[in-house]
């Protein structure tokens, strides 16, 4: 068993990078890809764990492009964590993410939740502030009564004290990724948009843009998903991968590996996406 996907206190997760290693060891994974938002800070102390693990460690990171209107997760399996045109493309990204944050503050005391930045700031152990930290903020001043309602009424994709990124497009991603050595995915398509949504069409473009995989297995598909997710990669020749989106205490009864209980990636995926790295399909 495989775990593809997961994200630790370096973006919105919970765990140290350590702790998540020794949890891939003991749920019984044979490898485990890191895949925080926006960055590779985790990695290093990751993959200093690997001499004291048997679950092998692999790099990765998730970010966000802009399709169709709405927010499309990718993510970059295997990329070099030395490569230094990265590491400057994702300080980039983190560069973008700090302007919303401060508009969000500013649009959110517009509204009558003043939170300073500072506190948002003490919600995090890292440099890298998600929604999840402002959601924690707005909880400790009372502002909320807890973290998840701030997200319904507050800072959700539809709520009047968001304010989004901005993103890439898919194309930018996949370029970036395949140049950092990575193979390009598509996370969690069933996520993307609501359960009619005819992917057919839509990922055969994306293809095109550079995308080699999709997540066919993931911690919150129903069966019927996972089955229609893998016939699509099947009929457009997309490399498959899986994982839980574990986020530690952040998604509660969320586990590592195991996802809601039925997910299982198979171990041969890793080959797969390993060969898929090698050949590559960017032009
Ligand atoms: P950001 O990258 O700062 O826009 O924050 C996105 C993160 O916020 C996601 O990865 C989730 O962890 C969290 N999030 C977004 N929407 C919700 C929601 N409706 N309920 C709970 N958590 C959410
Ligand atoms: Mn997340
Ligand atoms: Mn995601
Ligand atoms: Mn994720």
Excluded at 85 to 101: A, I, K, P, Y
Excluded at 222 to 251: C, I, N, W
Aim: include cysteine.
């Amino acid at each position: 068993m495989i775990d593809f996907h997961c994200h630790t206190l370096h973006s919105d997760g919970t765990d140290a990078p350590e702790s998540l290693a020794l949890l891939g060891e003991a749920s019984g994974l044979t490898a485990l890809c890191l895949t925080d938002h926006d960055t590779l800070g985790g990695i290093p102390d990751f993959l200093a764990m690997q001499p004291r693990v048997k679950v092998r460690l692999l790099v990765g990171t998730e970010l966000s492009c802009h399709f169709l209107g709405r927010s499309l997760h990718v993510l970059g399996l295997l990329v070099d964590p030395a490569d230094e045109r990265f590491q400057t493309r994702l300080e980039d990204l983190r560069g973008r993410r700090e302007d919303r944050n401060l508009r969000m503050i500013a649009r959110l005391a517009e509204l009558g939740y003043p939170i300073t930045y500072a506190e948002v700031r003490a919600q995090s152990d890292t440099p890298l502030l998600s929604r999840v930290h402002f959601a924690k903020a707005l909880a400790a001043r009372g502002f909320v009564r807890r973290a998840p309602e701030a997200f319904e009424r507050l800072i959700g994709d539809d709520c009047p004290g968001f304010v989004p990124r901005e993103e890439l497009s898919p194309s930018e991603a996949a370029r970036w990724i395949r140049e950092a050595g990575g193979v390009p995915v598509v996370a969690h398509p069933g996520r993307f948009a609501g359960s009619g949504f005819r992917w057919d069409d839509a990922m055969a473009d994306l293809q095109r843009q550079g995308l080699e995989g999709l997540e066919a297995y993931y911690g919150e598909y129903r069966p019927v998903e996972q089955r229609y997710f893998l016939a699509l990669a099947a009929r457009l020749g997309m490399v498959v991968t899986g994982g839980s989106d574990y986020h530690g205490a952040h998604k509660p009864g969320l586990r590592l590996g195991t996802g809601r209980g039925g997910l299982k990636v198979p171990d041969e995926l890793l080959d797969h996406l390993e060969t898929q790295q090698m050949r590559g399909s960017y032009r």
